[in-house]
C-alpha cells in the first residue's frame, strides 16, 4: 500500500472554489466534483473567506 501524498491548493484556487460556493449556483456536491475537492473542504474555505471578507473594508 502507498502512501497518498497530500495536495497543496494556491489561495487563488481556493479563493475560487470559495466564491463559487458564496454564489450558490451549483450545489456542494456538484462543487466539489467540479473541483475534486471535498465537500468539507469547500464549507472551510468558504467560512474562512465570509469571515474575512469583513476585513476587506476595515
Same mark, same amino acid.
Given at each position: 500500500?502507498? &502512501?497518498k501524498s497530500r495536495?497543496?491548493?494556491?489561495? #487563488?484556487? &481556493?479563493? &475560487?472554489?470559495?466564491? #463559487? @460556493?458564496? =454564489? %450558490? $449556483? =451549483?450545489?456542494?456536491?456538484?462543487? *466539489? !466534483?467540479?473541483? $475534486?475537492?471535498?465537500?468539507? !473542504?469547500?464549507?472551510?474555505? =468558504?467560512n474562512q473567506?465570509?469571515? %474575512? *471578507? @469583513? %476585513?476587506?473594508? %476595515?
Amino acid at each position: 500500500m502507498t &502512501k497518498k501524498s497530500r495536495r497543496t491548493h494556491s489561495p #487563488a484556487f &481556493k479563493a &475560487k472554489v470559495a466564491l #463559487a @460556493a458564496v =454564489k %450558490g $449556483d =451549483k450545489t456542494l456536491a456538484e462543487l *466539489a !466534483q467540479l473541483f $475534486d475537492v471535498h465537500p468539507n !473542504q469547500i464549507t472551510l474555505w =468558504k467560512n474562512q473567506l465570509l469571515e %474575512g *471578507a @469583513a %476585513g476587506v473594508f %476595515g
